[in-house]
């Protein structure tokens, strides 16, 4: 079955052009209406291809706002090769400010390898799983902590069973030189946009770059820095990257993360980047309803560096409490 989406400007000539990808919705508001996500391509002559993708998650901001930048400050003279850059990937949830589709409910980064007769995320999924993604050689996807969690800024690449493309991953990883690079083990990676880009034998390297619900100008200017970075590593983009120290952490298996089994008043107590032993208490939770009560105590199962808090202050009985990285020599 084709997909019903369709872009609004050329993949494949030289230049630069600014359009949508058009995925027609049929709703209330408007009976012939269409979901319209803005999309970038400049592209000259041959070489390698880059789709650069923000907004996976709709309450995630370094990207957009690095990729909007690109998008107005990179000609077709700067480059060879193509770059297809997508500010707001999952962009009904994008607008909403939400991690997930308003529409659908629809978790893009859940959703692959998607359906072209499914729901409105499913469609986009799939557009990209068949159109997009073959035409790549690397991809970037930007993330962060949304509303729910923060994070040290990192780069991150995967474990693959395919260890010459885990290699070239590891490798656009090192380029992106944000101030951590992680091994990245993922809790839950069905469906996941990384899996279909690695499955293709695809580059991909993805980050978490802060959270809260927000960006910083120091976290907006790692995702700008990396963005150039990861261009000229692959020669898309001509200069000298920019490269800083990194951190190397690894995610080796399910210990370092630690999860909430209650509701409640999360008090951390230990600060992002610090180091931490294993059995240390990293947080705490209160109880909401009642005083006299001691709080609930959170401890970590690893000893390494803390690259990940809850945010905010009140917490869900199987929220991420803390995510703790093993140190690499």
Not at 28 to 54: C, E, Y
Not at 87 to 116: E, V
Not at 240 to 248: V, Y
Request: aromatic fraction near 6%; proline fraction near 7%.
């Amino acid at each position: 079955m084709k997909n019903p989406i369709s872009p609004t400007i050329p993949l494949d000539a030289d230049g630069v052009h600014h359009g949508f990808l058009r995925l027609p919705y049929s709703r209330d508001d408007s009976a012939w209406g269409s979901i319209m996500i803005p999309i970038t391509v400049i592209k000259n002559g041959d070489g390698p291809t880059a789709l650069l993708t923000g907004g996976n998650h709709g309450d995630e901001y370094e990207g957009p706002i690095a990729l909007q930048e690109l998008a107005v400050t990179l000609s077709a003279d700067d480059i060879s090769g193509r770059v297809i850059i997508v500010p707001a990937f999952n962009y009904p949830a994008f607008r909403a400010g939400t991690r997930t589709s308003p529409i659908d409910k629809g978790n893009m980064n859940r959703a692959f390898p998607g359906r072209p007769d499914g729901t409105p995320t499913e469609k986009i999924a799939d557009y990209f799983q068949r159109i997009l993604v073959p035409l790549a050689d690397v991809a970037v996807d930007f993330h962060s902590g949304g509303r729910t969690l923060d994070f040290v800024p990192f780069a991150a690449a995967h474990i693959q069973e395919n260890k010459a493309n885990e290699a070239a991953c590891m490798a656009a990883m090192d380029a992106f030189n944000a101030p951590y690079s992680v091994q990245l083990l993922e809790i839950d990676s069905a469906g996941m946009y990384d899996t279909a880009i690695e499955e293709m034998g695809k580059v991909l390297v993805s980050t978490e770059l802060g959270g809260g619900g927000s960006s910083t100008a120091k976290t907006n200017a790692i995702a700008k820095k990396g963005l150039r970075n990861v261009l000229i590593h692959f020669g898309i983009l001509q200069g000298e990257m920019q490269i800083d120290p990194t951190e190397k952490l690894d995610m080796p298996d399910g210990d370092c993360f630690t999860f909430s089994e209650t509701d409640g008043l999360h008090e951390p107590l230990i600060d992002l980047g610090d180091p931490v032993e294993k059995g240390d208490v990293v947080a705490r939770v209160w109880p909401v309803d009642r005083t006299g009560i001691a709080p609930i105590e959170y401890k970590a199962r690893r000893s390494g560096v803390l690259i990940s808090l809850h945010f905010p202050g009140l917490i869900k009985s199987g929220d991420c409490v803390a995510v703790v990285g093993v140190i690499m020599d």
